[in-house]
Each structure stands twice: as structure tokens, then as C-alpha cells.
């Protein structure tokens, strides 16, 4: 079976979902913070990095291996699960505009964490080197994105931020 529809969640719940549960949250969700230095080459390395993983799914086959398709459908379940989660949070900020319950209260960044386990699903079940080398080169770029969405954050939302911050870790 070919790996691109493991794809078919990420697009259903990344925007079909969030397009149902807040319209707005589209927007915010693609809002890239200003990036400065090398985050600007970050930023393009990150949405390079995101269409090689969906271009290269197409090329891949889902795994014969029994125990790794079962080890990969358990990974990718809980990166289906978690993304839901946390997209349900995001269509849902505070009143001064950022989230701070559900998958919130435990990461700053769930959807980046969501997409990294969901895509290490997609690796796992299909026993792709290539695919978790690109993987990891989206997640060393995520990094950057989310250290200038922190800065952003930090001059929009101010001290409650940096408090936030200080109560809830940036991963897990």
C-alpha cells in the first residue's frame, strides 16, 4: 500500500478541522513570526523539509514487516490523536488570544510535537532512512520557527508569556 495516505489525516485535521472549529485559526496557524538571520533560512529549510516528506511519501510503500507495522500504526495513532487534541486547543485561545488548556498546559508547541510523532509513525511503518532524515531536518527547523514564534509571543502577550513559559516547557 502506498504511504501517501497516511497523509489524508494531516491535511483533514490540519486544515479541514481547524477550518470547522474556527475559521480564523487558518490564518494563525499559517502565521510565520517575523524570522531574523539564519531563522529566514530556517524558515525556508522547514516548508522545503514539509513538502519533501509529502512528495516523498507518494514514492513509498507502507511496510510488509509485521512488528514494525504494528509498532508504526501505534506511534502514528497517538500523532493522529495528539494533532486532533491539539488543533481542538488552538481554535480555542484565551482572551488575550493564546492557549493555555488542554494540550497547552503541558507543551507550549503540541502540534509541532503532534507532527513530529505522526510523521515518525509514517517513518516507522514505512522503514524509510531517507524519510527520517528528512524528518529530522524538519524538526531541527520546527526548532527555529518556534523560537521566533516565542519572541513574537513574548512582544505580543508580554509578562503573562514570559510566565507562561516559565510554568510550561517548550516540548514535553
Known amino acids: 500500500m502506498n504511504a501517501a495516505i ?9 486544515y479541514g478541522l481547524l477550518f470547522f472549529l474556527n475559521r480564523g485559526a ?10 531574523q538571520g539564519i531563522g529566514k533560512t530556517m524558515r525556508l529549510i522547514y516548508q522545503v523539509s514539509t513538502l519533501a516528506i509529502i512528495i516523498y ?5 507502507i511496510s510488509a514487516i509485521v512488528y514494525w507495522r504494528y509498532v508504526g500504526l501505534i506511534v502514528y495513532f497517538l500523532g493522529v490523536e495528539l494533532l486532533i487534541l491539539a ?7 484565551n482572551g488575550n488570544g493564546f492557549c493555555r488548556t488542554g494540550l497547552y498546559r503541558i507543551s507550549r508547541n503540541p502540534m509541532y510535537v503532534s507532527y513530529f510523532i ?15 532524515g528528512i524528518l529530522c531536518v524538519f524538526q531541527i527547523s520546527s526548532h527555529w520557527i518556534i523560537l521566533s514564534e516565542e519572541r513574537w509571543c513574548i512582544d505580543q502577550f508580554g509578562a503573562e508569556y514570559t510566565v507562561y513559559m516559565k510554568m510550561v516547557r517548550r516540548y514535553i
Open 57 to 61: 511519501s507518494f514514492f513509498l510503500d
Open 118 to 132: 505522526y510523521f515518525l509513525g509514517c517513518v516507522l511503518l514505512t522503514q524509510s532512512l531517507i524519510l527520517f
Open 26 to 35: 487558518i490564518s494563525m496557524a499559517a502565521h510565520f513570526p517575523p524570522m
Open 6 to 14: 497516511l497523509l489524508i489525516p494531516l491535511f483533514i485535521i490540519r
Open 87 to 93: 488543533v481542538v486547543d488552538f481554535t480555542k485561545p
